[in-house]
């Protein structure tokens, strides 16, 4: 019997055992089918990807509670998620048991004005681990004025209330127990200049993993010497303890001992010691959350979340529909996409959106799938001087540097097979651009619900007067990046732009088939980008460009020839219109962590507005998008509101 045979009989023979417990305790942990569930756990958890797994090991880990984790995505053991260094040929030879295409949501965007009417794919992670289990594995963190610019934009009045919970120093503790680090060899780390500050950054021992490779190309060493020469470039010890601009470097979710993915399914799920271990943890895959069901015993009353509907993902529907009570608390963790759908579908949202799907409006939240924001990026090419090798070409090419490359990786998992992206360059608007000033001005001019959706309601445009006062700070700041750039020392950058003042929105469609109990819930909601509708966005990402291209054609960049730098703005302006790309897979805040008079959906306990028993801990909660990529940030609000 082949593997995935054996795996797949072994599978289905743990689905179809029976559970033997009581009506709120499970008596074993394990992947569950429909016919094993529970009729009541004490905690339902909507999603089980980089959060909601986060959430559900922490809420289960001492045995008191039952935890019953949903999630849409399939669980997938295929080796094509973990295996993520080595040759490539031994890196597809593993089982696969899903099509890679499973692990994502089906989901294009609205068509977007400022990109030309193009479309975009939504990258939104659907499988047991969610994005983390998808993702490029860049494991940084933002500034600490990133967080603590969450506390700026709730207003002078409230602010007091919001930094006791929020901001960078109440964030740092959890993001230092969500991981634990592995530093480089000292041979490593002085061969690359590789600096870190345990104590800083880091000192947790939960299994989610941040290490790096033990070989960078040849290439990147010259273009980080070639950083040195930039005005007003720093170099800082650890970006991961809150001084994220400048150069440095940023460890992968990588598992060094056997270079594998770490993600939250093998760090909060599959360890050992961990939740699949527990008497007390249930995952039920391959079903969707439809709704959050509520009672309200008089109308003076706040709405109670009861439970919630569940349905398959596939097969046929259930002849009436499956709810699942929950004694102490529902936890949305559906991520930015479907968080907010799950509320509308439950009656919670903006009024209008909701009485279009005909939806009963049991609380109007204006700030439910508004205030989406996204790493919007493009390419640039470079061309080679001369070409520096040996390099990525050469390893995908060469077989004779193929061989070296196997002796190393076959001895100790060494050498270039193990190579991936770990520097980068964080920089200030005012280091980048000399036109900052006229930038931050155009910014203070604007009528501020000038560029915002039509029609949105007054406390979105309260809430984005606050965040749009945060940002100013953020860009009057040399604590603060508007710009990523990775580099390997291949001929090409995908400058990354980390400071959107465009919002978008995603609301559920007039027709949406899931506001009904007894439907099916396939029809997902309406994604609207809404890149570049702020003209300040695409002003900053021009001096992007510009500032890119004066970077690889500087005399510390002798190897690469950069194209002329005699482009028009309205040049400039052209090419980003017909080659960004509106996400990163970093989509947040479309349930805002704000005050209710500005726009908010969630208090300071992460509590959604006029519930009782429901609450969220995902990256929907964001109020302002960090300048890194996102997946330690989920780790560590699932850890906080856990």
Known sequence: MNAIILVRFLSLLFLLGKARCSSSYVDHARIVAPSDLQSEYDFIIAGAGTAGLTVGDRLSERGVYSVLVVEYGYYDLSNSITAVAGPPARRSAGPEFYTAATRFYNITSEPIPELNNRTMNVAAGCVIGGDSAVNGMFFGRGSAEDYDAWVWSTGRARQAEYEKEWGWKNLLPWFKKSVVFHPPTPEVAAQYEMTYDVEAAYGGTTPIHASYPPFQWPAQKIIWDAWKTMPGITFPVEGASGNATGVFYTPNSIDPANRTRSYSRTGHYDNPGGAATRANFHILPAHRVLQVLFDRPSPKRAWEAQ???????????????????????????????????????????????????????????????????????????????????????????????????LVLWDANQTGPYTSNVNSGAWVPLSVMSERAATIRASIRSQDPAAHLPVGVHPTVVAGYVEQTKARLQQLESLGSAVFELLFTGGAYVTPIFLKPFSRGTILIRPDDDGVDISGRGDKEPIVNYRTLSNPVDLAIMTELIRFERKFYGSEGCPEWIQPALNASDAELEAFIRRNTTSSNGHLSGTAALAPLELGGVVGSDLAVYGTLKLSIADNSIITLIPGAHTSSTAYAIGEKAS
């Open 307 to 405: 439970g919630v509907v569940v349905v398959p993902r596939d097969g046929p529907l259930p002849s009436t529909p499956r709810s699942i009570r929950a004694k102490m608390e529902v936890i949305l963790s559906a991520g930015a996409v479907h968080t907010p759908q799950i509320l509308q579908r439950s009656g919670i949202g903006p009024r209008d959106t909701l009485e279009n799907a005909g939806v009963h409006v049991k609380i109007e939240l204006p700030g439910v799938g508004y205030n989406l924001q996204d790493h919007a990026w493009f390419m640039l090419t470079f061309n080679y001087r001369n070409p520096v090798v040996p390099n990525a070409t050469t390893l995908a090419m060469d077989p004779a540097f193929q061989a070296k490359a």
